[in-house]
T-cell receptor, first 112, second 113 residues
Framework: ETGVTQTPRHLVMGMTNKKSLKCEQHLGHNAMYWYKQSAKKPLELMFVYSLEERVENNSVPSRFSPECPNSSHLFLHLHTLQPEDSALYLC???????????FGPGTRLTVL | KNQVEQSPQSLIILEGKNCTLQCNYTVSPFSNLRWYKQDTGRGPVSLTIMTFSENTKSNGRYTATLDADTKQSSLHITASQLSDSASYICVARGGGGYNKLIFGAGTRLAVHP
C-alpha cells in the first residue's frame, strides 16, 4: 500500500446523479492530485492542490468539482456526468509539487 | 511538443522469459524519467527513476536504461513471473513542477504460464 486510499473503489451512476469520490493520504504530503485514466490513453491531470489551494484546473468541465478541506483529504464531486466520463479516477499525493507522486488504487467510474 | 511514446502497446510472453519495453520521449528541458508498474485495479507504483546522468538502474529483476542523446529508455524484465502481468508506464519530467510530468500511454504486459 502506498498510503493513499480512495473510496469507493467502484461506482456506477446515471447521468442525473450526484456523487463524490474521496481520497485520503496518510503520508504528510502537501500536494494532492486528481487524474483521469481512460483505456489506452495517458493519464490526464485534472486538478492539483498545494497546501489546500487549487493551483491547477486543467480545462476540466464544470461537472467535475474538486474540494480539498485539509492537506490529507481530497474530494471530487460529480454531477450530470456523460458516458464518456467513464474511466479510472486516480488520486495522488506528493511532498511538494516537484516530488515523486504516490498514487491511490483509483475509483472505477461507470456512467450509464 | 512534449510527449512520451511507448512500445509495444501490448505484449504477451511465457513465464520465465525476458522482455524489453521501450519508451521514446521528446521533453525539454529534461529532468528525469520514471517507470511505473500498474497492476489491474490498482494505482501506479514507481519502479525506478533515472536522471540525465544515469545510464542503467536496476530494481530486482527490473533494469531500466536511459540514453539521453537519443531520448530513449527501456525497461528490461528478467525471468518473468506471473505477477509481472501489469501495465508499465513511462513518465518523463521536463523540469520542476507538477505540470512538467509527461505520461506515456503504457505497455500492457501479460505473462502466461
Amino acid at each position: 500500500e502506498t498510503g493513499v486510499t480512495q473510496t469507493p473503489r467502484h461506482l456506477v451512476m446515471g447521468m442525473t446523479n450526484k456523487k463524490s469520490l474521496k481520497c485520503e493520504q496518510h503520508l504528510g504530503h502537501n500536494a494532492m492530485y486528481w487524474y483521469k485514466q481512460s483505456a489506452k490513453k495517458p493519464l490526464e491531470l485534472m486538478f492539483v492542490y498545494s497546501l489546500e489551494e487549487r493551483v491547477e484546473n486543467n480545462s476540466v468541465p464544470s461537472r467535475f468539482s474538486p474540494e480539498c478541506p485539509n492537506s490529507s483529504h481530497l474530494f471530487l464531486h460529480l454531477h450530470t456526468l456523460q458516458p464518456e466520463d467513464s474511466a479510472l479516477y486516480l488520486c495522488a499525493s506528493s511532498p511538494g509539487t516537484s516530488n515523486e507522486q504516490f498514487f491511490g488504487p483509483g475509483t472505477r467510474l461507470t456512467v450509464l | 511538443k512534449n510527449q512520451v511514446e511507448q512500445s509495444p502497446q501490448s505484449l504477451i510472453i511465457l513465464e520465465g522469459k525476458n522482455c524489453t519495453l521501450q519508451c521514446n520521449y521528446t521533453v525539454s528541458p529534461f529532468s528525469n524519467l520514471r517507470w511505473y508498474k500498474q497492476d489491474t485495479g490498482r494505482g501506479p507504483v514507481s519502479l525506478t527513476i533515472m536522471t540525465f546522468s544515469e545510464n542503467t538502474k536496476s530494481n530486482g529483476r527490473y533494469t531500466a536504461t536511459l540514453d539521453a542523446d537519443t531520448k530513449q529508455s527501456s525497461l528490461h524484465i528478467t525471468a518473468s513471473q506471473l505477477s509481472d502481468s501489469a501495465s508499465y508506464i513511462c513518465v518523463a519530467r521536463g523540469g520542476g513542477g507538477y505540470n512538467k510530468l509527461i505520461f506515456g500511454a503504457g505497455t500492457r504486459l501479460a505473462v502466461h504460464p
